[in-house]
C-alpha cells in the first residue's frame, strides 16, 4: 500500500506583532511529507495487523475464493502478477520496491528463479532477511537483497529477464513515473517482460 504520511508537527503561529497591526492571519501551510525510509521503517511492524506474512498490498479476488480469507488474497495478488511474467527455470528476475519482501518469498516459494528484491530502506533489508529464514519450507529460488533507488541502481544494463512491482511505483517521482519507467527498461534485455501492479497514485 502507497502511504504518503503528514508530518503532525505544528506550524508556528504569526508573530503577535503582525496580528495586533491587524494583518490577515496566513493560510496554514500543508504539512510535510514524511521521507519513504521514516515512515516505512516507523510504520513497518504495523504491517503484521494487515497481514501475517507482511504483504504490503491489496489483494486480488476472484470467483471460488472465500472473501474473508485476506492472506490467500493477498498472495493471489502476487501469483496473478508472476502468471503475466512468462517465468522460467534460472530467470533473473527484478522485484522494485520489495517491502518486507513477502511477493518475493511467494515467488522463490514456487519458482526456480534468481530473483534481485530492490528497497530503499535499510531496515526492510534486515526484516525480509529475518522472514526468510522462518520460511519451512526450502525455497525453489534464491533471493539477492539489495538497497538502492529502484529508479537509480548499480546494476548491470540488460541482465535481467523479467521485472515487477506490486503496489510500489506510485513512490516513483512525476506522473509517468518516467525515472522509474526508464530504469526498468535499461535493466531488461530486450524480449524481456515487466509487470507493475498498483493501487493508486499520490505525487
Excluded at 45 to 59: E, I, K, P, T, V
Excluded at 172 to 191: M, T, W
Aim: with cysteine; hydrophobic share 45%; net charge negative.
Amino acid at each position: 500500500m502507497c502511504r504518503v504520511v503528514p508530518s503532525m508537527r505544528p506550524e508556528p503561529l504569526a508573530p503577535l506583532r503582525d496580528r495586533q497591526r491587524g494583518a490577515a492571519d496566513p493560510a496554514p501551510a500543508a504539512p510535510a511529507a514524511v521521507d519513504l525510509e521514516t515512515y516505512y521503517t516507523e510504520a513497518g511492524m504495523d504491517y503484521r495487523a494487515w497481514s501475517r506474512g507482511f504483504n504490503m498490498h491489496f489483494g486480488f479476488w476472484h470467483k471460488g475464493m472465500n472473501p474473508l480469507a485476506l492472506e490467500n488474497m493477498l498472495e493471489e495478488m502476487s501469483r496473478q502478477v508472476f502468471a503475466r511474467l512468462d517465468l522460467r527455470a534460472g530467470m533473473k528476475v527484478l522485484d522494485l520496491g520489495c517491502g518486507l519482501g513477502a511477493p518475493a518469498r511467494t515467488l522463490v516459494a514456487g519458482h526456480p528463479v534468481a530473483l534481485t528484491a530492490v528497497t530503499i530502506v535499510p531496515w526492510q533489508i534486515e526484516m525480509a532477511r529475518e522472514l526468510s529464514k522462518a520460511v519451512a519450507t526450502p525455497p525453489q529460488g534464491w533471493i539477492e537483497w539489495k538497497l538502492g533507488d529502484y529508479a537509480a541502481l548499480d546494476l548491470p544494463a540488460g541482465a535481467y529477464e523479467a521485472a515487477f512491482s506490486i503496489e510500489a511505483s506510485c513512490h516513483s517521482s512525476g506522473a509517468s513515473k518516467e525515472d522509474f519507467v526508464r530504469e526498468c527498461a535499461r535493466l531488461l534485455r530486450a524480449g524481456a517482460s515487466s509487470e507493475t501492479e498498483k493501487a493508486h497514485d499520490q505525487d
